[in-house]
Antibody, heavy 127, light 111 residues
Framework: QLQLQESGPGLVMPSETVSLTCSVS??????????WGWIRQARGKGLEWIGS???????FSTPSLKSRITISVDTSKNQFSLRLSSVTAADTGFYYCVRHVTDIVGAVFGDYYMDAWGRGATVTVSS | QSVLTQPPSVSGAPGQRVTISCTGS?????????VHWYQRLPGTAPKLLIY???FRPSGVPDRFSGSKSGTSASLAITGLQAEDEADYYCQSYDSSLSVWVFGGGTKLTVL
């Protein structure tokens, strides 16, 4: 049974960098048929895809956050991580890690969907 | 403002049928990208409910069904039960924005 578990600091100061880690059990981030990603729900907003990473380290992110995001994968620890820099109050919210999968042979990025979600981690940006 | 549009809320009595719409555009649903649906029960993480427009993951009751036509998709729930009370989100991919996009979510209330 695949399980994803987010971990992070909870509270971060404005303008600083927040780091979140997703620990994977019951599956492997080295899988070549999955992407691993981050979704957030900022306060008062809907769900927003932040970015995703492949087992080889190739990453993609939403253009609106691209300049502030680093997503990486650590196959030795079976984890993947998100770093979001220069945070503001607008980044406060709930952050989920997810697994992407597709049934389509020769799929493009847009063919993937999110078949597993972590329970989520709260990020509060406040001084 | 979400790229995919859902009604903020729907409601129905136990045993009834409800539908939740998800309206997109020519750069996402209308561009033939699949629509997926997620259920978020109170206090829990979202769970995949329908994938690739019409398919149910193992364990999802057949009371839940999905459909897609043109630039829209729908989630139907028949035989409504109290435990169906949750938030429901549609999701697709937008080729103009190059992002996965979600609907704003629909809160289902079982009367």
């Amino acid at each position: 049974q695949l399980q994803l578990q987010e971990s992070g600091p909870g509270l971060v100061m404005p303008s600083e960098t927040v780091s979140l880690t997703c620990s994977v059990s019951g599956g492997s981030v080295s899988s070549i048929i999955h992407y691993w990603g981050w979704i957030r729900q900022a306060r008062g907003k809907g769900l927003e895809w932040i970015g995703s990473v492949y087992y080889n380290g190739s990453s993609f992110s939403t253009p609106s956050l691209k300049s502030r995001i680093t997503i990486s994968v650590d196959t030795s620890k079976n984890q993947f991580s998100l770093r979001l820099s220069s945070v503001t109050a607008a980044d406060t919210g709930f952050y989920y890690c997810v697994r992407h999968v597709t049934d389509i042979v020769g799929a493009v990025f847009g063919d993937y969907y999110m078949d597993a979600w972590g329970r989520g981690a709260t990020v509060t940006v406040s001084s | 403002q979400s790229v995919l549009t859902q009604p903020p809320s729907v409601s129905g009595a136990p045993g009834q049928r409800v539908t939740i719409s998800c309206t997109g555009s020519s750069s996402n649903i209308g561009a033939d990208f699949d629509v997926h649906w997620y259920q978020r029960l109170p206090g829990t993480a979202p769970k995949l409910l329908i994938y690739a427009n019409i398919f149910r993951p193992s364990g999802v009751p057949d009371r839940f069904s999905g459909s897609k036509s043109g630039t829209s998709a729908s989630l139907a729930i028949t035989g409504l039960q109290a435990e169906d009370e949750a938030d429901y989100y549609c999701q697709s991919y937008d080729s103009s924005l190059s992002v996965w996009v979600f609907g704003g979510g629909t809160k289902l209330t079982v009367l």
